[in-house]
Each structure stands twice: as structure tokens, then as C-alpha cells.
């Protein structure tokens, strides 16, 4: 089976662009999650998606949003980029016995400048 | 609001030996989740060990081991004759065992592993 797949892995853009970063989750797993990773913040919580309906979301500002298609894949779209938006951006889709575990991509690395 | 804690920014360990990474969670629900999630430099998030609060039995991977104290919201990992691929970023997650709820990460442990 294949892994948490994220697109693409490192991006460079500058302050007021917008990026959107893809991700496709395991085979079968039907919900995503984004979190944000800063050496500062640690692990933040962006959203969740499930069945292409936003079921979570963490404290953000409305320049973060993001979608979940039919098939799954989701994207997370930055606009009006900050310098402090530089960061590690995981993508994790559920699954396991319970549902519950988180596996993760292996990031895009977002640097604006 | 459930909230995770881990008081040991760094911590090191000789090769060989064996180390524990503290965390303590605090929440007012009684069914829910732990985990233990390994970062190395790839960034690639592993999870570990996982643990069902509702099991008293402490969840034991290999080398890994967890110390599940319920009443006390604490739940340390145990890493067993460390090698050096151990080194990383270890992380302490909640879940509430409700499925619409989000997973609560510490701000993580950087484990450095001594030759």
C-alpha cells in the first residue's frame, strides 16, 4: 500500500503570493488532516477533512483554507503569504484498527521570503 | 480543552542504554487515545506506539514500552537498549475516542543517542 503521498516537497515563494500544496492519502483512508510545524509552535492543527466536508479546524486565519475532492486527495491553499507562514506543512490521512492513527507525508517545506 | 505536555525539550541517551520520555495530557473525557510519534531529520512522522485508554495493560512495540498511569494523566515512552537510529524528534498525541475530534500533539522531546 502506498504511503501519504505530498506535493511537491519544497517550495520557495515571496510575501503576498498564494501556494497550494497537494496531498493524497493512503488507498481507502477518507480522512485528512493538516497540521502546521514551526521550530517555535510545534505540531498545529489546521483541519480535517472527511467524505469532502471540513469536519474540524484549528485557529487559523482565513488565509488557510482547504478542500477535499472525490477521490480523497486534498489540497490546502495559503494566500496573501506572511513571512512567518515558513514552515513544515504535514498532511495525515486516519486509518488503522480504530480509525484513529495518523500517518503521515513527508511535508512540504514552504520558505517565503 | 485537552491539552498534551512534554517538560523535556531535549533529553540524551548512551547507545545501548535505555531512556524514558515523559509526557502528561490533561482532559475531562475517560475514552480516548495516546500515542507516541517518531520524527527523524527525513521529517517523516512514524508512529510508534499507541495505547487505548480503557486498556489498563501498557502497550509494549519491541523496545518500545509505554508507562499508561490513568488517574495520574501521564504517559511515558521507554526506549530499551537505544541504537543509533533512535535519534529523533519524539512527539505525545491525544485522540479523544470520539472520531470527530482532532489529535493534540506536545511540543515533542529531541532524543539524541550517544555513541
Known amino acids: 500500500k502506498a504511503g501519504v503521498t505530498q506535493t511537491p516537497r519544497y517550495l520557495i515563494k515571496t510575501r503576498g503570493q498564494q501556494v497550494t500544496l497537494s496531498c493524497s492519502p493512503i488507498s481507502g483512508h477518507r480522512s485528512v488532516s493538516w497540521y502546521q510545524q514551526t521550530p517555535g509552535q510545534g505540531l498545529q492543527f489546521l483541519f480535517e477533512y472527511f467524505s469532502e466536508t471540513q469536519r474540524n479546524k484549528g485557529n487559523f486565519p482565513g488565509r488557510f483554507s482547504g478542500r477535499q475532492f472525490s477521490n480523497s486527495r486534498s489540497e490546502m491553499n495559503v494566500s496573501t503569504l506572511e513571512l512567518g507562514d515558513s514552515a513544515l506543512y504535514l498532511c495525515a490521512s486516519l486509518g488503522g484498527q480504530y480509525g484513529s492513527e495518523a500517518f503521515f507525508g513527508q511535508g512540504t517545506r514552504l520558505t517565503v521570503v | ?115
Open chain 2, 1 to 115: 480543552a485537552q491539552t498534551v505536555t512534554q517538560s523535556q525539550p531535549e533529553m540524551s541517551v548512551q547507545e545501548a542504554e535505555t531512556v524514558t520520555l515523559s509526557c502528561t495530557y490533561d482532559t475531562s473525557e475517560s475514552d480516548y487515545y495516546l500515542f507516541w510519534y517518531k520524527q527523524p531529520p527525513s521529517r517523516q512522522m512514524i508512529l510508534v506506539i499507541r495505547q487505548e485508554a480503557y486498556k489498563q495493560q501498557n502497550a509494549t512495540e519491541n523496545r518500545f514500552s509505554v508507562n499508561f498511569q490513568k488517574a495520574a494523566k501521564s504517559f511515558s515512552l521507554k526506549i530499551s537498549d537505544s541504537q543509533l537510529g533512535d535519534a529523533a524528534m519524539y512527539f505525545c498525541a491525544y485522540r479523544s475516542r470520539n472520531r470527530d475530534d482532532k489529535i493534540i500533539f506536545g511540543k515533542g522531546t529531541r532524543l539524541h543517542i550517544l555513541p
